[in-house]
């Protein structure tokens, strides 16, 4: 399984994620014979024991979950649609999520999501306003 985090501040976009993953198994299996399904659910939901988290080692969770924790990659899913202004500016107060979320990354960090919602965010406008380049695709 890849060495990546994706994070997000919503729960919903961290188990739609987790779960679209975890359907998609077949191909992480493709690419790597030495992964397996329990590989693939391990990865994106943690250790788990009869349906419960025992574990604190996934790889997909919201920004509290990789507090002190590193990738050489990470992904940022802010997963916000245009009409949820309330949880734009949530996500985009103190903490600073943006700069929570790249601060977890060693080498790489992407943001994927809607461009409208997330530059309405100071944060994130001064990021897509900077020699930073923040690239969020998207409406």
Same mark, same amino acid.
Request: net charge positive.
């Given at each position: 399984?890849?060495?990546?985090? &994706? +994070?997000?501040?919503?729960?919903?976009?961290?188990?739609?994620? %987790?779960?679209?993953? &975890?359907?998609?198994?077949?191909?992480?299996?493709? $690419?790597?014979?030495?992964?397996?399904?329990?590989?693939?659910?391990?990865?994106?939901? !943690?250790? $788990?024991?009869? !349906? $419960?988290?025992?574990?604190?080692?996934?790889? +997909?969770?919201?920004?509290?979950?990789?507090?002190?924790?590193?990738?050489? /990659?990470?992904?940022?899913?802010?997963?916000?649609? /245009?009409?949820?202004?309330?949880?734009?500016?949530?996500?985009? !107060?103190?903490?600073?999520?943006?700069?929570?979320? %790249? /601060?977890?990354?060693?080498?790489?960090?992407?943001?994927?999501? !809607?461009?409208?919602?997330?530059?309405?965010?100071?944060?994130?406008?001064?990021?897509?306003?900077?020699?930073?380049?923040?690239? &969020? %695709?998207?409406?």
């Amino acid at each position: 399984m890849p060495e990546a985090f &994706i +994070i997000t501040p919503f729960t919903s976009v961290r188990e739609g994620m %987790a779960e679209l993953l &975890i359907d998609h198994s077949d191909d992480f299996i493709a $690419r790597n014979p030495k992964n397996t399904r329990k590989a693939v659910v391990g990865w994106a939901k !943690g250790a $788990r024991e009869r !349906g $419960r988290n025992i574990g604190n080692d996934a790889r +997909i969770g919201t920004v509290h979950a990789f507090q002190g924790k590193e990738s050489s /990659t990470v992904f940022l899913l802010p997963g916000a649609s /245009t009409t949820s202004f309330r949880a734009v500016e949530w996500a985009g !107060g103190p903490p600073n999520l943006l700069n929570v979320a %790249a /601060t977890r990354a060693k080498e790489v960090f992407y943001v994927i999501g !809607g461009h409208r919602p997330w530059t309405r965010c100071s944060p994130f406008r001064s990021a897509t306003s900077s020699d930073f380049c923040l690239c &969020i %695709a998207g409406a």
